[in-house]
């Protein structure tokens, strides 16, 4: 990415790769990309925020070396120590000898274990501010959003908060700003983002945004480290965080499910019949042909999630289970759900479903039918469904 000017003397220098699809060594698919961003603030104090991932550290310094000589740069704030953040942090301090790096305590001891140095380290936590000339800037420590080490940084001159994965949206362009793109697809991957990185830590993340909003901070731009940088919507943006983190949802219902003979598909296939009969809007999953973090961005917001799998060998199938492994660390609540599935003889499946969801979901009685279902099975499927669905509207009356 060539550099792009963010405000006065405010540089985003960071890199885009459009062919990262595969994310966090496939744990996230990025069908659009990622970008790794990194800014640079020509003050009296030359300062760096944030490095790019290893592997982009010749383009990165030369976008910075397009503004300044890199070797006068005095200051670098290391908001997040996530190697996809720090990667290039070996290089550049081989290069900017006096510069003085400010992050937290846990980024320091981290950035040692990852790379064995951490520089001229200054601890910083909220409250304490860096004066670099014009600017002032504050440090807002935010432990756990989304790891231990996260901070955020604002400038109240430029009336910018560099969020670092806050807000955060993987979206490879050469955009710089969320008016530049298609407003549909940016909160699209936005919720995506939220729902796969940010959403256990939603409790956190509810009181840091109540804090944030007491401070009147006045924010005119929010710059995340991936994606774009949120000028024109950042009400949307503060809204919607205040939505997912409150665990807020639409009347709508996700069936998902794993099935080895279509027998627990078919089951799949009524239920969401009997809740779009309600005019409740029910999405089949089938977790072996749709991504896992596509499925989780649906869910966020869903108030209905049906999860059904066949059992195997006493267990839950394996490819649904690692989902309700996920969805087991949310600790959602105010959901409705309900399990159901084929077995063969013993059905241990449908108990375990039931064993997870209940910690966050109210429950109604599972469906379930041994090998193929019949006529008669599969028009009780699609009772219980629009039965619940029609719970679901009377849960929202
Ligand atoms: C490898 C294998 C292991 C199974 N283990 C169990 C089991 O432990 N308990 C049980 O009730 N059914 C077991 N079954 C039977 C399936 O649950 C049953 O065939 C069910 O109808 C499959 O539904 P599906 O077509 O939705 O996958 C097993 C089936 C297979 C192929
Ligand atoms: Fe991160
Ligand atoms: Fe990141």
């Not at 944030?50 to 070797?71: H, Q």
């Not at 002032?136 to 996260?150: A, R």
């Not at 604002?154 to 807000?167: E, P, Q, T």
């Amino acid at each position: 990415m060539a550099i792009k000017l963010v405000k006065d003397n405010i540089y985003s220098v960071g890199v885009v790769d459009f062919n990262e699809k595969h994310f966090h060594d496939h744990t996230y698919l990025t069908r659009r990309g990622v970008t790794y961003n990194s800014y640079l603030i020509v003050d009296e104090k030359i300062t760096l925020i944030d490095t790019v991932r290893r592997g982009f550290e010749k383009e990165w310094i030369k976008n910075i070396r397009n503004v300044v000589d890199p070797a006068k740069i005095d200051v670098i704030i290391i908001n997040h120590i996530e190697p996809d953040h720090s990667g290039s942090f070996p290089e550049i301090l081989k290069i900017c000898h006096n510069a003085k790096i400010y992050g937290t305590e846990k980024a320091k001891l981290g950035l040692i274990k990852y790379y064995g140095v951490c520089g001229d380290w200054i601890v910083v936590k909220s409250g304490q501010n860096l004066n670099i000339g014009k600017r002032i800037l504050n440090f807002i420590d935010v432990p756990m959003i989304h790891w231990p080490d996260s901070m955020f940084t604002y400038s109240a001159h430029d009336k910018i908060l560099f969020s670092s994965d806050g807000f955060g949206q993987h979206y490879a362009t050469n955009k710089v700003f969320d008016d530049e793109v298609n407003f549909f697809i940016l909160m699209d991957e936005a919720q995506k983002y939220y729902a796969n990185i940010l959403w256990p830590f939603n409790l956190l993340i509810a009181n840091k945004l109540s804090i944030i909003n007491k401070l009147n901070l006045g924010i005119e731009l929010i710059a995340p480290s991936h994606g774009l940088i949120w000028r024109k919507h950042i009400s949307e943006i503060m809204k919607k965080y205040h939505y997912w983190s409150s665990n807020s949802s639409l009347n709508r219902v996700a069936v998902i499910y794993e099935t080895m003979w279509q027998s627990t598909e078919k089951m799949a296939k009524k239920i969401a019949e009997g809740c779009n009969s309600e005019g409740v809007e029910a999405v089949l999953f089938d977790v072996t042909k749709n991504d896992r973090t596509d499925i989780t961005s649906y869910i966020l917001d869903a108030k209905g999630w049906i999860f059904g799998s066949s059992t195997q060998n006493r267990e839950i199938l394996p490819i649904i289970s690692s989902l309700l492994n996920f969805v087991k660390v949310t600790k959602s609540k105010k959901r409705m759900s309900f399990a159901f599935g084929s077995y063969g003889w013993s059905g241990e499946a449908i108990e375990k479903i039931e064993n997870i969801l209940c910690d966050f979901a109210a429950l109604e009685p599972s469906v379930r039918t041994i090998f193929n279902p019949t006529e008669e099975e599969l028009n009780k499927c699609y009772e219980v469904g629009k039965y619940f669905a029609m719970k679901i509207k009377i849960d929202e009356a």
